[in-house]
Each structure stands twice: as C-alpha cells, then as structure tokens.
C-alpha cells in the first residue's frame, strides 16, 4: 500500500490544532495530530517542507522503519517540533494499518488489558471553596480522580485558573505572551491548607492530583511533598524542571509523595534516568509529542521494568486525535495508571468526530477501525489559525522571569 498523499491541515476550532492526513492508493486514509503548543506553525512546515516530499511513494505498512528514517534520517534528534511531526506520521499510519486489518487500534497493539481507561479531570477554583466546590462537582459526575487547582491568596494569576468569566480554560489565551506572578512562599503556606480542606469536604475515597507546573527547587519541591503527605496524593506533577534529571534525587530523600513528570518531554532519552533510579512513579508523555505510539511503546516498556506506570498528557492543546491514539494506547499499556482527561469545546468536537466515550470516570477508546477519531475538513477549514501564546511566569518581588 503506497502513500500518495500527505497534508497538514490547520484550524482552530477555538484553540489551534495541527492535524496530518495521509492518503494511500488503496483509498485508506489516516490522520495524526502535530500540535505544539504556541509553536504550531513551526510544526506544521516541519512536516510540509521537509517530511511529506519524504513520504510519498513509501510503503504505508513500514511504520517502523519510516519512523527511524524520519529519526535517523534527518541526521537532526529529538526536540519537540520534530517528535511532534514525527508522531503525527506515525500516528496516521498507525490509523491505516488498522483500518486495513479492519480492527480498532487496540487489537493490533496487543488486545485489551483492562476495562476502561481511568481519568482525572480538572477542577479549577479562585479560592479554597471555590475549588472545593469544583473537585465535589467533579466526584458528582463520577470521576474517580480529580486535579485540585487553585488561586492563591496574594498572587494576580496563577496555573491552571482560568480568567473569570472565560468559559473554558485555556492557558493559551492571547495573541502575544501574558504574564503570571508567583511567590513560593505564597504558594507553599497555601497548598497544604487547601488539600486540607479538600480532604475534608470530599473524604478519601477519590484520588487526587495536583501540578506544581515546574515551580520549586528540589528542597521546595520535597517540602511540598512531605506537607501534602497526610492527603494521599495520587501524584504531584512537574514539582521542579526536569532538564537536570538528578534533581529529583533531593525529592525522592524527603517524600513519599508519589511524582509524575514527562508532559514536556520528546524523547526516551529525556526520562531515562528518572526512570532507571526509580526518581519518578509516573511518565506523562504522549502520543504527540513523544514521537508517536511507536516511540511511547518504548518508553513505557523502558518504565515497566521500573515499576513506573504511564500518566499520559491530555490537556486540551492536545488534539482529540491524539486522545484518540492515546486512549487505544492506555487500553493495551500493561503498565497503566491514568490518563488525563481536559473536555474539548463542542466547536472542537465538531471538527473532530471521535468515537471514544467517557462513562462513570472512564474513557473507552470505542471500537471503530483505526483509532476512532476523523476530522471534518470542510468544517475545520471555517475556523483559520490564530496566532496565541502560553504566558511567561514572573516571580512576583522582582520580575524575575521564573519557570511556566
Ligand atoms: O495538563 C497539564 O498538566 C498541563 O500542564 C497543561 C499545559 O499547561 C499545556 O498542555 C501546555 O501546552
Ligand atoms: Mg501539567
């Protein structure tokens, strides 16, 4: 089956999305997702300019070896821009082998491994009631998990709390970079106090999650988590940035406050120590921006023999085509943990038809052929890109420019 056609396709169906679509001689067709994040463009060029020439007239059934020509190949590793365009590749002929052996993705990985596939989502408050509001809102609609986050007192704009009145959280919210404060302290003194109470109103049969979005230093970082240790986190995300991977070594000495990293990661090469010492409990790269399932099925056989179990990334810059490939991905991954789940906007969902459902605090990938997700190009092609931007975080005392 040869490749006759590739095509990035563009849209932003109320946040930017960079879709692949390849078509074969065989009249099968597959798409991947190429989002990155503020950097869409970069992607989309990526895969036009320098991939797509590259594909045509490839056997559409040699996903592995178009994987490592794309990653040997282009003599340049890693990074995000071409692990995304990669990913995309791979997760369009992943579609296509699939639907030429007339089975859901799932099938051909492996076969089923569990029920469903457990999420958390994200309940977002301006204060402490206010997000204690959110997270029982969250348990009413039946999720078993739920990421607490939450304003804090002093500070004007913080991770993972939208604008008031916006009716979706999106923190890439304007055509130029904006601009958040922080203080640790603030940030320390409160976060023990709000789980405190979360703990209270909800009780502890629900699992909790939080994301301290790179903020701390290693000791900060074990501070939090030895101070959240009486609230039974599920996990706390990204406490400090991973590009020096021995960090989490100070962490790991104070805390059994179980740790998930990876959201920003590309590569095996980014976890590999986290995982090999055991420095981490959960890996949270995804089908996107970790080369693809091909790729990601390393990682996580890599994270297996360490008993690290996978978190996948799921916020809603990731398309649902990668939710899709994903949610096929958790169905099979014998390591398991959780899969985040961030609701895409009924204009996105549009564009996107998908067959994966949630139910009773867990997606189902569904049992179409392929992964499940198509893209309505007609549709798509009324809502054109709009450049928008993730903000810049500053320490609040001085403007230092602190981590996002
Ligand atoms: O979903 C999360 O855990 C995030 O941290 C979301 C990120 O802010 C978002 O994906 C950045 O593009
Ligand atoms: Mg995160």
Not at 229 to 252: C, G, M
Request: glycine content about 8%.
């Amino acid at each position: 089956m040869k490749i006759t056609n590739a095509r990035v396709i563009v849209c932003s169906p109320g946040r930017n999305f960079v879709t692949l679509k390849i078509e074969t001689d065989e009249g099968l067709t597959g798409i991947g997702d190429a989002t990155l994040n503020g950097r869409e463009l970069a992607v989309a060029a990526y895969l036009t300019e320098h991939v797509v020439p590259c594909l045509i007239g490839r056997d559409a059934h040699q996903i592995e070896d178009i994987w490592q020509y794309l990653y040997k190949g282009a003599y340049w590793r890693r990074g995000p821009v071409t692990m995304s365009a990669i990913a995309a590749v791979d997760t369009a002929l992943w579609d296509i082998k699939a639907k030429a052996a007339n089975m859901p993705l799932y099938q051909l990985l492996g076969g089923k491994s569990r029920t469903g596939v457990m999420v958390y989502g994200h309940a977002n408050g301006s204060d402490i009631e206010h997000t204690v509001d959110e997270v029982l809102r969250y348990a009413d609609m039946g999720y078993k998990a739920i990421r607490a986050q939450s304003g804090v007192p002093g500070l004007d704009k913080v991770y993972g709390i939208g604008q008031a009145g916006a009716k979706v959280y999106d923190p890439a919210d304007a055509s130029l970079p904006g601009e958040h404060d922080w203080s640790t302290e603030k940030y320390l003194q409160f976060a023990p106090k709000l789980f405190e109470r979360v703990r209270e109103k909800l009780g502890f049969e629900h699992h909790l999650l939080h994301d301290v979005h790179h903020r701390l230093t290693p000791i900060e970082a074990a501070r939090l988590g030895k101070s959240l240790e009486p609230y039974n986190l599920f996990w706390i995300e990204d406490p400090t940035p991973a590009e020096n991977q021995d960090a989490f070594k100070l962490i790991r000495q104070h805390t059994t406050t179980p740790i998930a990293v990876g959201e920003i990661f590309n590569s095996i090469w980014d976890c590999k120590d986290l995982i090999q010492n055991q420095l981490i409990d959960y890996i949270r790269a995804t089908v996107v921006h970790a080369g693809g399932i091909t790729h990601l099925r390393r990682i996580a056989d890599l994270a297996s023999m360490h008993q690290v179990r996978t978190g996948c990334h799921g916020a809603t810059d990731l398309s649902p085509v990668c939710m899709g490939a994903a949610l096929h991905f958790d169905m099979w991954v014998p390591n398991f943990g959780i899969q985040e789940y961030m609701k895409h906007t009924e204009e996105t969902d549009a564009v996107f038809p998908h067959a994966y459902t949630f139910e009773q605090g867990m997606l189902h990938p569904g049992d179409a052929i392929g992964h499940g997700v198509d893209i309505d190009e007609k549709l798509a092609a009324k809502y054109p890109y709009e450049r928008k931007y993730l903000p810049v975080n500053r320490l609040q005392h001085d403007g230092t420019l602190w981590n996002w």
